[in-house]
């Protein structure tokens, strides 16, 4: 019984299952993105660790990070809700930015730059956590 009411306050109470996460613990994945690509392509994670993605745009115009999905499923830390929009982060020329993420289960996620024709150039990839 007991074990059901403190799920409940999970699914309640949002902000208590985030405030055991320590975001000072995550490790750094640096994402760069570039004409027409991300470096890396896979992004490979695990479940139930906490990271610090590291979006760094680093070509002359500008691109974004769109993972709707996977931002859908992650527990953001600190600053996260304000970074992203709508799933994704959009970066200009030379600019960086963080956000800091956990998933709770494993699965698959597609990734790509939603600006136009980037996705079609190659701007693409898949984040797998495992």
């Known amino acids: ?53 590291h ?21 953001l830390g600190p600053g996260g809700a304000e970074i992203l929009g709508r799933g994704k982060i959009e970066l200009d020329s030379g600019q960086s930015a963080d956000v800091y993420v956990m998933i709770a289960e494993p699965g698959e996620y597609e990734m790509h730059c939603s600006h136009f024709m980037h996705t079609t150039f190659g701007m693409s990839g898949d984040i797998v956590v495992r």
């Open 1 to 53: 019984m007991s074990r059901y009411l403190i799920l409940l306050a999970f699914l309640i109470f949002p902000a208590a299952a985030s405030a055991q996460t320590n975001w000072s613990q995550a490790e750094t994945v640096t994402v760069t993105l570039s004409s027409f690509a991300f470096t890396s392509e896979t992004i490979e994670l695990e479940h139930g660790r906490p990271y610090r993605l």
């Open 55 to 75: 979006f760094v745009n680093g070509s002359d115009g500008g691109h974004n990070f769109a993972a709707r999905d996977f931002f859908d499923a992650a527990e």
